[in-house]
């Protein structure tokens, strides 16, 4: 592997002509600019300086590999001045996959404050469900998932990889159609009525909680569209649980809410690997910590 001091010595003479000028500019002296490239030669096997008098000049072998050097290099800095915009968070990208509901309240105001305080950041959003979300960030496909789970629920795996913390609690509303008012009552109240639930995890949530209030739901629709759900809501075809940050991104007029006892999720932020995180990532979670104190307030 050919060293980088040993090709900057190289470029640095293909510039200037000289060794005495190849020197100067990399504020070195001569006899270490002369053995960097006799390194440098004993190293690729090749012939790239000839003596010319009392100086030298590249051969075509070494013309070759000065301009690489040269594109080698440029690449190098570049990269160098990206990394250094990134962690000074004058530019850089984040990969942010959330949930529906969260996608639709959360990420705007991340994204307006992001706007605000780090105009050089753009953050990509992926919609994802938490399960698929935990495997792009598994796969590397994004940066930071906002995902939510529910009490009881198994904590992520540490052989995983994935770290979590929780960004703020979303209650849990049922919701029954516009027609009836919601009863102070316990769920036991709607022992009778026919049930519309969301997801896999939203559904055991809403049979834990009906079992602790005495009876099984009989689940007549599933859907983990929350506009859809609020639609058969509204129609009289059953009554349902949604939380607190589905309401907020819609909420049909033809429906009714009233918060439920016990009733919550943890809405969380996850990303994949041992921290530090990179300071661009930071700065979108400081961000979303700050969209949660908008929304609550």
Sequence with gaps: MIDLRRLE?????????TVS???ERLH????PVSHHLRRLEAETGSVLLQRVGRGVRLTPEGERLARRGEEILGLLERAEAELSASTSLQSGRVRLAAFPSA?????????????????????????????????LLRAGTVDLAITFSYPGSSPADPASGLSTTTLMTDPLFLVTSADERPSRAGLETYADRRWITGCERCRTQLMSLCERAGFTPAIAFASDDYVAVQSLVA???????LPGLALEAHRHDGVRHRPVAGGERRVEISTYGAP???AVVDAVVAALSDAVVTAEG
């Design 28 to 31: 070195y002296g001569q006899p």
């Design 276 to 278: 530090p995180r990179p």
């Design 21 to 23: 000028g190849a020197a």
């Design 103 to 135: 996608a639709a309240t959360l990420v705007p105001t991340t994204i307006a404050l992001l706007a605000q305080r780090h105009p050089g950041i753009t953050l990509d959003l992926t919609e994802a469900e938490p399960p698929e979300a935990a495997e």
């Design 9 to 17: 010595a190289l470029v640095a003479l293909h510039r200037t002509g």
């Design 235 to 241: 129609t009289g075809l059953g009554v349902t649980l």
